[in-house]
C-alpha cells in the first residue's frame, strides 16, 4: 500500500431533496448538487417542484474531462506546443445508464479535445496525447469501474 498524499476533506449539507451543497477545499467555495430533465424524472421529481442543479454524476463525468483535459494541456506545454487562438478546448460526453436494481451508474466517458497548432507540433501533440491519460489522478480512479476514452480533434493552422 503507498502512502497517503493527501486526504480531500469536504462538508456536505443536506438541503431538502433532491439538493445537497458541498463545501470544497481550499478557501471553503460551495457548490450545489441536485437534478435536473432526466435525472429528475428517474426520481420521480415532479417538474415545477425543484430549482435544477448539476447532478453529483455530472460533476463525476465534468472532473474526469477537467483533469484529463488539464493533463492533456500540461503535457503539451513540457513539450512546448504552442496552441492556436481557441487554446485547448474539449467536448464530455458521460453515459449513464439505468442497472437492474434502477439505479443509475456512469458507465462511460467520452472526451475529444479540439485544438490547432503548426504543421511542425503535430508529432508532439500526437505523442502528448498518446501518453496523457495515464498520467490524469481521475482517470486512474474512475477507469477500473467506467470506461473512458479520448479523441482528438487536431487541426493545422497556417504559420503566422
Known amino acids: 500500500m503507498s502512502d497517503i498524499a493527501y486526504i480531500s476533506k469536504i462538508k456536505i449539507e443536506h438541503l431538502a431533496v433532491p439538493n445537497n451543497k458541498a463545501t470544497l477545499p481550499p478557501d471553503g467555495e460551495t457548490v450545489l448538487f441536485g437534478v435536473h430533465d432526466e435525472i429528475a424524472e428517474h426520481y420521480k421529481i415532479a417538474p415545477n417542484t425543484f430549482e435544477p442543479h448539476a447532478a453529483t454524476l455530472d460533476y463525476i463525468v465534468a472532473s474526469a474531462g477537467g483533469c484529463l483535459t488539464g493533463t492533456f494541456g500540461g503535457s503539451l506545454a513540457v513539450r512546448g506546443v504552442a496552441l492556436g487562438e481557441h487554446g485547448l478546448t474539449a467536448d464530455v460526453n458521460g453515459e449513464i445508464e439505468r442497472e437492474d436494481d434502477n439505479v443509475l451508474v456512469i458507465k462511460r466517458i ?51
Do not use: M
Request: a neutral charge; aromatic letters at 10%; charged letters at 25%.
Open 110 to 160: 467520452h472526451v475529444v479535445y479540439h485544438l490547432s497548432t503548426t504543421s511542425e507540433f503535430k508529432d508532439k501533440v500526437i505523442r502528448a496525447f498518446d501518453v496523457h491519460a495515464n498520467k490524469c489522478p481521475v482517470y486512474r480512479s474512475l477507469t477500473p469501474g467506467i470506461a473512458i476514452t479520448t479523441e482528438l480533434d487536431w487541426r493545422e493552422r497556417s504559420e503566422q
